[in-house]
């Protein structure tokens, strides 16, 4: 079945820059672009990015520009986050998960969750 | 940028209808999907494009959309659904957008 299994907590500090990484398992990595969404404390869901597992094509929402990075490693069928200079409000559960195949653009399975806390 | 608006906190009683509201300016006119998310878990599809559900998804939720309202319904609500329920469209300007989240809770 299909698996996404993501890297465990981590604890930076501002500025510092932080790798998440989320492996997937049961299906065609390359077939399906991988998005990355994060969920702050007491906040909604925020989209961040997505690749193309495919190609390694990323796609970025405006507010991460310039320090955020998605990459992947087909050998491994691994996706990856590197978001850089880390704020305090970058705390949050960071998800990755994978988009259907179905043209109405929703996500079909996702990660288990990332935490990842910014603190001086 | 499009928004969408979800009540905060939706409560039912056990083996009672539950629906949740997601509002958002001419949201029939796109496709709503609908997620749930318990604490320490991952988030799971219930319902995509409106009104369909995942094979793994119980036949006694279900959803529609029309005007400025989607509607996520849970017929017969059981403990287990409790969690934070999400709506999420694809909006040609603001990318993948979700709305704010509501908790469900079964009493």
């Known amino acids: 079945q299909v698996q996404l299994v993501q890297s465990g907590s981590e604890v930076k500090k501002p500025g510092d820059s932080v790798k998440v990484s989320c492996k997937a398992a049961g299906y065609t990595f390359s077939a399906h672009y991988m998005f990355w969404v994060r969920q702050a404390p007491g906040q909604g869901l925020e989209w961040l990015g997505r690749i193309n597992p495919k190609t390694g094509g990323t796609s970025y929402a405006q507010n991460f520009q310039g320090r955020i990075l998605m990459t992947r490693d087909t050998s491994i069928i691994t996706a990856y986050l590197d978001l850089r200079n880390l704020r305090s409000d970058d705390t949050a559960v960071y998800f990755c998960?994978?988009?259907?195949?179905?043209?109405?653009?929703?996500?079909?399975?996702w990660g288990q969750g990332t935490l990842v806390t910014v603190s001086s | 940028s499009y928004e969408m608006t979800q009540p905060l906190s939706v409560s039912v009683a056990l083996g009672q209808t539950a629906r949740i509201t997601c509002g958002g300016n001419r949201i029939g006119s796109y496709n709503v999907h609908w997620y749930r998310h318990k604490p320490g878990q991952a988030p799971e599809l219930v319902i995509y494009r409106d009104d369909n559900r995942p094979s793994e998804i119980p036949e006694r939720f279900s959803g529609s959309n029309s005007g400025n309202t989607a509607t996520l319904t849970i017929t017969g609500a059981q403990a287990g659904d409790e969690g934070d329920y999400y709506c999420?469209?694809?909006?040609?300007?603001?990318?993948?957008?979700f709305g704010g989240g509501t908790k469900l809770t079964v009493l």
């Open positions: 998960a994978r988009a259907s195949d179905d043209p109405s653009n929703f996500f079909d399975y």
């Open positions: 999420q469209v694809w909006d040609s300007n603001s990318a993948w957008v």
